[in-house]
Nanobody
């Protein structure tokens, strides 16, 4: 059984920063490509960022490029999302997700590609 547990959410003022973490347990972490998604009230869940299992390939949604950074520490079975220059429109529940992959450079951007999901962590950005 694979479990993903997010942490690091909270309330921050516009322009501030937060660092989300997602701890993965249950299987060999470095065979999972990882992703971050978010869901704002009344909206569909959307892709934010993804990283290959090697960590060598990353991808970002246009609305976070230059502000957010995804990374992973395979020794700690953890993926991170550093969020800088936060805006009120970044307010959402943020979810991490994992998918088994055999390719060290593969990343995935579609919800349906992912096998496992965390419970989410709330990020609220005040203006």
């Amino acid at each position: 059984q694979v479990q993903l547990v997010e942490s690091g959410g909270g309330l921050v003022q516009a322009g501030g920063s937060l660092r989300l973490s997602c701890a993965v347990s249950g299987r060999t972490f470095n065979r999972y490509a990882m992703g971050w998604f978010r869901q704002a009230p009344g909206k569909e869940r959307e892709f934010v960022s993804a990283i290959s299992w090697s960590g060598g390939t990353t991808y970002y949604a246009d609305f976070v490029k230059g502000r957010f950074t995804i990374s992973r520490d395979n020794a700690k079975n953890t993926v991170y999302l550093q969020m800088n220059s936060l805006k009120p429109e970044d307010t959402a529940v943020y979810y991490c997700a994992a998918v088994t992959t055999t390719g060290g450079t593969y990343y995935y951007t579609r919800l349906k590609d992912y096998e496992y999901w965390g419970q989410g962590t709330q990020v609220t950005v005040s203006s």
